[in-house]
T-cell receptor
Framework: GENVEQHPSTLSVQEGDSAVIKCTYSDSASNYFPWYKQELGKRPQLIIDIRSNVGEKKDQRIAVTLNKTAKHFSLHITETQPEDSAVYFCAALRGNFGNEKLTFGTGTRLTIIP | DTEVTQTPKHLVMGMTNKKSLKCEQHMGHRAMYWYKQKAKKPPELMFVYSYEKLSINESVPSRFSPECPNSSLLNLHLHALQPEDSALYLC??????????????FGEGSRLTVL
Protein backbone atom coordinates (compact mmCIF):
# COMPACT_ATOMS: atom_id res chain seq x y z
CA GLY A 1 0.00 0.00 0.00
CA GLU A 2 0.83 3.67 0.01
CA ASN A 3 3.36 5.01 2.53
CA VAL A 4 3.65 8.75 3.17
CA GLU A 5 6.59 10.13 5.11
CA GLN A 6 6.54 13.68 6.47
CA HIS A 7 9.34 15.87 7.82
CA PRO A 8 10.02 17.54 10.12
CA SER A 9 7.81 16.30 12.96
CA THR A 10 8.13 19.65 14.75
CA LEU A 11 9.02 23.06 13.37
CA SER A 12 9.40 26.39 15.14
CA VAL A 13 9.56 29.52 13.03
CA GLN A 14 9.85 33.19 13.92
CA GLU A 15 6.77 35.18 13.01
CA GLY A 16 7.14 36.60 9.53
CA ASP A 17 9.58 33.95 8.37
CA SER A 18 8.75 31.08 6.02
CA ALA A 19 7.98 27.47 6.91
CA VAL A 20 8.52 24.44 4.68
CA ILE A 21 7.18 20.94 5.29
CA LYS A 22 8.15 18.04 3.04
CA CYS A 23 6.46 14.74 2.23
CA THR A 24 7.38 11.73 0.14
CA TYR A 25 5.07 9.00 -1.08
CA SER A 26 5.69 5.52 -2.38
CA ASP A 27 2.85 4.66 -4.78
CA SER A 28 3.27 6.16 -8.26
CA ALA A 29 -0.49 5.65 -8.80
CA SER A 30 -1.30 8.35 -6.23
CA ASN A 31 -2.77 11.33 -8.06
CA TYR A 32 -4.09 13.80 -5.50
CA PHE A 33 -2.14 15.45 -2.69
CA PRO A 34 -3.99 17.55 -0.10
CA TRP A 35 -2.63 19.35 2.92
CA TYR A 36 -4.67 19.58 6.11
CA LYS A 37 -4.32 21.91 9.08
CA GLN A 38 -5.57 20.64 12.41
CA GLU A 39 -5.84 22.85 15.46
CA LEU A 40 -6.05 21.30 18.90
CA GLY A 41 -9.37 19.55 19.40
CA LYS A 42 -10.63 20.50 15.94
CA ARG A 43 -11.22 18.68 12.69
CA PRO A 44 -8.61 18.56 9.92
CA GLN A 45 -9.25 21.37 7.46
CA LEU A 46 -8.10 21.35 3.87
CA ILE A 47 -5.81 24.31 3.22
CA ILE A 48 -4.48 23.51 -0.25
CA ASP A 49 -4.28 20.57 -2.61
CA ILE A 50 -2.59 19.65 -5.86
CA ARG A 51 -3.33 17.09 -8.54
CA SER A 52 -0.73 15.06 -10.34
CA ASN A 53 -0.98 17.00 -13.60
CA VAL A 54 0.18 20.20 -11.91
CA GLY A 55 3.65 21.06 -10.56
CA GLU A 56 2.84 24.03 -8.35
CA LYS A 57 -0.16 25.75 -6.86
CA LYS A 58 -0.37 28.91 -4.79
CA ASP A 59 -3.09 30.45 -2.62
CA GLN A 60 -2.04 33.73 -0.99
CA ARG A 61 0.65 32.85 1.59
CA ILE A 62 0.44 29.11 0.99
CA ALA A 63 1.97 27.16 -1.87
CA VAL A 64 2.44 23.51 -2.68
CA THR A 65 4.94 21.99 -5.10
CA LEU A 66 4.85 18.46 -6.53
CA ASN A 67 7.65 16.47 -8.10
CA LYS A 68 6.06 13.30 -9.48
CA THR A 69 9.33 11.85 -10.70
CA ALA A 70 10.88 12.03 -7.27
CA LYS A 71 7.54 11.31 -5.54
CA HIS A 72 7.72 14.24 -3.20
CA PHE A 73 5.64 17.31 -2.47
CA SER A 74 6.12 20.27 -0.16
CA LEU A 75 4.08 22.89 1.64
CA HIS A 76 5.43 26.44 1.80
CA ILE A 77 3.96 29.06 4.13
CA THR A 78 5.34 32.57 3.77
CA GLU A 79 5.00 35.55 6.15
CA THR A 80 3.95 33.24 8.96
CA GLN A 81 1.51 34.46 11.59
CA PRO A 82 0.68 33.16 15.09
CA GLU A 83 -2.59 31.71 13.80
CA ASP A 84 -0.57 29.40 11.52
CA SER A 85 0.43 27.42 14.62
CA ALA A 86 -1.17 23.97 14.29
CA VAL A 87 -0.45 20.41 13.20
CA TYR A 88 -0.17 20.02 9.43
CA PHE A 89 -0.77 16.72 7.65
CA CYS A 90 0.09 15.91 4.09
CA ALA A 91 -1.76 13.11 2.35
CA ALA A 92 -1.73 11.12 -0.87
CA LEU A 93 -4.72 9.57 -2.58
CA ARG A 94 -4.90 6.63 -4.96
CA GLY A 95 -7.84 4.94 -6.59
CA ASN A 96 -11.06 6.48 -7.83
CA PHE A 97 -14.84 6.16 -7.97
CA GLY A 98 -15.45 4.50 -4.65
CA ASN A 99 -12.06 3.01 -4.08
CA GLU A 100 -10.21 6.16 -3.11
CA LYS A 101 -7.83 5.68 -0.24
CA LEU A 102 -6.28 8.73 1.38
CA THR A 103 -3.10 8.03 3.34
CA PHE A 104 -1.88 10.68 5.74
CA GLY A 105 1.65 11.61 6.69
CA THR A 106 2.65 11.55 10.33
CA GLY A 107 2.12 15.27 10.85
CA THR A 108 4.21 18.36 11.58
CA ARG A 109 3.59 20.47 14.65
CA LEU A 110 4.27 24.04 13.53
CA THR A 111 4.83 26.69 16.18
CA ILE A 112 5.08 30.35 15.21
CA ILE A 113 7.13 32.34 17.69
CA PRO A 114 5.84 35.91 18.10
CA ASP B 1 -25.02 23.47 3.41
CA THR B 2 -21.31 22.61 3.30
CA GLU B 3 -21.14 20.84 6.64
CA VAL B 4 -20.63 17.30 7.76
CA THR B 5 -22.43 16.93 11.07
CA GLN B 6 -21.47 14.33 13.65
CA THR B 7 -23.28 13.32 16.83
CA PRO B 8 -22.60 12.93 19.62
CA LYS B 9 -19.57 15.18 20.08
CA HIS B 10 -18.51 13.24 23.16
CA LEU B 11 -19.35 9.67 24.22
CA VAL B 12 -18.27 7.69 27.26
CA MET B 13 -19.13 4.02 27.28
CA GLY B 14 -18.33 0.84 29.13
CA MET B 15 -16.91 -2.21 27.46
CA THR B 16 -20.27 -3.99 27.52
CA ASN B 17 -22.31 -1.11 26.12
CA LYS B 18 -23.76 -0.76 22.63
CA LYS B 19 -23.73 2.74 21.18
CA SER B 20 -23.75 4.41 17.77
CA LEU B 21 -22.03 7.37 16.18
CA LYS B 22 -23.94 9.28 13.53
CA CYS B 23 -22.86 11.37 10.58
CA GLU B 24 -24.93 13.42 8.16
CA GLN B 25 -24.18 15.51 5.09
CA HIS B 26 -26.45 17.29 2.61
CA MET B 27 -23.91 18.24 -0.03
CA GLY B 28 -24.95 15.45 -2.40
CA HIS B 29 -21.68 13.64 -1.82
CA ARG B 30 -21.79 9.96 -2.74
CA ALA B 31 -18.72 8.81 -0.80
CA MET B 32 -18.58 8.74 2.98
CA TYR B 33 -15.78 7.70 5.27
CA TRP B 34 -14.97 6.79 8.86
CA TYR B 35 -11.54 7.65 10.18
CA LYS B 36 -10.07 6.99 13.63
CA GLN B 37 -7.57 9.43 15.10
CA LYS B 38 -5.54 8.80 18.23
CA ALA B 39 -3.87 11.68 20.04
CA LYS B 40 -0.88 13.16 18.16
CA LYS B 41 -1.38 10.73 15.27
CA PRO B 42 -2.79 11.15 11.76
CA PRO B 43 -6.30 9.99 10.89
CA GLU B 44 -6.46 6.31 9.93
CA LEU B 45 -9.02 5.10 7.43
CA MET B 46 -11.54 2.57 8.73
CA PHE B 47 -14.34 2.33 6.14
CA VAL B 48 -15.39 3.84 2.82
CA TYR B 49 -18.92 3.81 1.46
CA SER B 50 -19.51 4.61 -2.17
CA TYR B 51 -23.07 5.05 -3.41
CA GLU B 52 -24.29 3.52 -0.14
CA LYS B 53 -22.24 0.36 -0.57
CA LEU B 54 -19.23 -0.58 1.53
CA SER B 55 -16.23 -0.34 -0.80
CA ILE B 56 -13.29 -0.39 1.63
CA ASN B 57 -12.92 -2.04 5.04
CA GLU B 58 -9.43 -1.57 6.40
CA SER B 59 -9.49 -4.83 8.37
CA VAL B 60 -11.39 -3.15 11.18
CA PRO B 61 -12.43 -5.42 14.11
CA SER B 62 -16.05 -6.56 13.99
CA ARG B 63 -16.85 -4.66 17.20
CA PHE B 64 -17.09 -1.67 14.82
CA SER B 65 -20.02 -2.05 12.43
CA PRO B 66 -20.70 0.62 9.80
CA GLU B 67 -24.04 1.30 8.22
CA CYS B 68 -25.11 3.64 5.42
CA PRO B 69 -28.94 3.88 5.47
CA ASN B 70 -28.99 6.42 2.61
CA SER B 71 -26.69 8.72 0.71
CA SER B 72 -26.80 11.40 3.43
CA LEU B 73 -26.32 9.28 6.52
CA LEU B 74 -23.51 7.17 7.89
CA ASN B 75 -23.53 5.34 11.20
CA LEU B 76 -20.89 3.51 13.17
CA HIS B 77 -22.27 0.95 15.61
CA LEU B 78 -20.08 0.16 18.58
CA HIS B 79 -20.24 -2.97 20.69
CA ALA B 80 -17.87 -4.61 23.21
CA LEU B 81 -15.19 -1.98 22.68
CA GLN B 82 -11.83 -1.96 24.41
CA PRO B 83 -10.16 0.97 26.22
CA GLU B 84 -7.64 1.20 23.36
CA ASP B 85 -10.53 2.09 21.05
CA SER B 86 -10.76 5.46 22.78
CA ALA B 87 -10.07 8.04 20.08
CA LEU B 88 -11.55 10.80 17.96
CA TYR B 89 -13.77 9.29 15.26
CA LEU B 90 -14.00 11.45 12.18
CA CYS B 91 -16.60 11.19 9.48
CA UNK B 92 -15.89 12.64 6.06
CA UNK B 93 -17.56 12.88 2.68
CA UNK B 94 -16.46 13.64 -0.87
CA UNK B 95 -17.72 14.08 -4.39
CA UNK B 96 -17.21 11.17 -6.71
CA UNK B 97 -16.94 12.83 -10.08
CA UNK B 98 -13.81 12.82 -12.18
CA UNK B 99 -11.60 15.75 -11.38
CA UNK B 100 -13.28 16.33 -8.06
CA UNK B 101 -12.66 13.03 -6.36
CA UNK B 102 -10.46 13.03 -3.37
CA UNK B 103 -11.29 16.28 -1.57
CA UNK B 104 -12.59 15.27 1.82
CA UNK B 105 -14.90 17.32 3.99
CA PHE B 106 -14.49 16.33 7.62
CA GLY B 107 -16.99 16.53 10.45
CA GLU B 108 -15.95 17.85 13.86
CA GLY B 109 -15.57 14.33 15.15
CA SER B 110 -16.96 12.26 18.00
CA ARG B 111 -14.58 11.87 20.91
CA LEU B 112 -15.05 8.38 22.32
CA THR B 113 -13.84 7.22 25.72
CA VAL B 114 -14.12 3.54 26.60
CA LEU B 115 -13.90 2.76 30.29
Amino acid sequence: GENVEQHPSTLSVQEGDSAVIKCTYSDSASNYFPWYKQELGKRPQLIIDIRSNVGEKKDQRIAVTLNKTAKHFSLHITETQPEDSAVYFCAALRGNFGNEKLTFGTGTRLTIIP
Amino acid sequence: DTEVTQTPKHLVMGMTNKKSLKCEQHMGHRAMYWYKQKAKKPPELMFVYSYEKLSINESVPSRFSPECPNSSLLNLHLHALQPEDSALYLCASSHQTQGADGELFFGEGSRLTVL
